[in-house]
């Protein structure tokens, strides 16, 4: 899926860019316009899929909010040191929302008040003007006499305040609202909401991929049963799943820690890899994309066997990483624009992006065989201190794990709908 969303800088005094406001842009418009779920958009786009860091480049991140996300929790878990609660002109200021404001400025979150209007002078005094940090001012809406008027009275009585001008679009713009004292300036004189595009990992693969982690273990047998039971797309998928012909049960289940109990840790383990994979083929813009999921899985049996052989390395983590060794093939997108949304520990991402480590020679060994490329399949076994008949050994044992599972890689049915 693709994933979008603008920013437009804001600049200092001297042009510098000091922050980026963020603004909701979708592949398709929106029948009608929902202030809320733009936010929630923008926020999930920043956090999950481009990265905040990638979004930022170290500069503050000014985002909209509405009324209702104000008194939201969905604040609580933003950084107050990356992001400026940015109040919207439709957002009705009462004893309530004064309140809701004096909490998130308590937090350490810079508020900003969006396309400032004279009635909140005639209406409020410090209890409002005391907790705002910068006011936006849209320089095409309010003619220049009364920006002066403003600026001056707010300066007089809010020496903390800062002043941003909105939608400068000119050079006459820009140097009427330098001599008139703004702080900050944003508008198409100094750029354009700039566009940034990225791929998203499909939704339910980020869970999928914690559960395979808890199941290589009996301690999580609680938080799989309660995660898969929370998520009514992967409980019916382990349901259909349970009861299909290929199976063999006579009675319908109907219950999903039923369904876990019959299947057992280590064949739902197998059948939530599928269930990776098929997400990421549905992802996938290639029709070629089955060979691909064969190699991942082919390569997630090889690397858990060989890691059990080394008694050095991880097992389960060896299997993650052979899962995910084809993610950015299937998805056509380089590694390092989805790596932030997986779930996996930073070594295991590094070793994905290239870097030097045991497990990196594990998945290189892995794909290897799976290529036919057997010098080389040999020589990284020697390094794991694997004898060459005992490498072979273990590539047999996971072609014939592969063969049983080949046929519902084959078969989109028998991968669970």
């Known amino acids: 899926m693709e994933i979008l969303l603008a920013r437009q800088p804001i600049v200092d005094r001297y042009g510098s860019i000091d922050a980026f406001e963020l603004l909701y842009r979708s592949v398709e418009a929106p029948a009608v316009f929902d202030g809320d779920l733009a936010t929630m958009d923008v926020l999930t786009n920043t956090l999950i899929h481009l990265g905040v860091d990638r979004v930022a480049e170290g500069k503050r991140l000014f985002i909209n909010f509405t009324g209702d996300l104000l008194q939201s929790e969905l604040i609580d878990h933003l950084d107050p040191t990356r992001f400026v609660i940015e109040v919207l002109e439709t957002v009705q200021i009462d004893n309530v929302m004064l309140l809701t404001l004096k909490k998130w400025k308590e937090a350490g979150f810079m508020l900003a008040l969006d396309d400032f209007v004279t009635d909140l002078l005639r209406h409020h ?18 003619n220049p006499r009364e920006q002066s008027a403003i600026l001056h009275i707010l300066k007089r009585n809010y020496p903390h305040m800062r002043f941003l001008a909105e939608r400068v679009e000119t050079h006459e ?86 369904a876990i109990s019959l299947l057992g840790f280590s064949q739902l383990k197998s059948w939530i890899s599928l269930i990776v994979l098929r997400e990421m083929k549905l992802a996938s813009p290639y029709k070629w994309s089955d060979e691909l999921l064969r190699s991942s899985l082919h390569c997630a049996k090889l690397c858990e066997l ?10 389960e983590s060896a299997y993650m990483i052979g899962l995910l060794s084809h993610i950015d093939a299937l998805l056509s997108v380089d590694i390092d624009e989805i790596i932030d949304q997986l779930p996996i520990e930073p070594t295991l991402k590094t070793v994905l992006q290239g870097d030097d480590h045991p497990f990196r020679d594990c998945l290189l060994l892995a794909i290897s065989a799976d290529r036919g490329e057997f ?36 078969d989109e049915t028998d991968l669970i709908v």
């Open 125 to 142: 005094g410090a209890e409002l003007f005391d907790l705002i940090d910068l006011i936006k001012i849209d320089i095409e809406a309010i």
């Open 173 to 258: 713009d820009h140097t009427r609202s330098l001599e008139m004292g703004y702080d900050w300036f944003q508008g198409y004189f100094y750029a354009k909401p700039m566009l940034m595009k990225g791929k998203a990992v499909p939704p339910q693969v980020p869970v999928l991929l914690k559960m395979l982690k808890w199941l290589d273990t009996d301690d999580h047998y609680d938080e799989v049963v309660d995660e898969i039971e929370g998520n009514p797309y992967i409980s019916v998928q382990v349901l259909q799943l349970i009861n299909s012909p290929g199976i063999g049960l006579r009675n319908t289940v109907s219950s999903v820690r039923q």
């Open 306 to 315: 060989f890691a059990n052989e080394t008694k050095t390395l991880k097992a």
């Open 375 to 410: 010098e080389h399949f040999e020589l990284l076994s020697n390094r794991f201190g694997i004898s060459k008949q005992r490498a072979y050994e273990l590539l047999k044992e996971s072609q014939v794990w592969l063969a049983q599972k080949e046929l519902h890689l084959q």
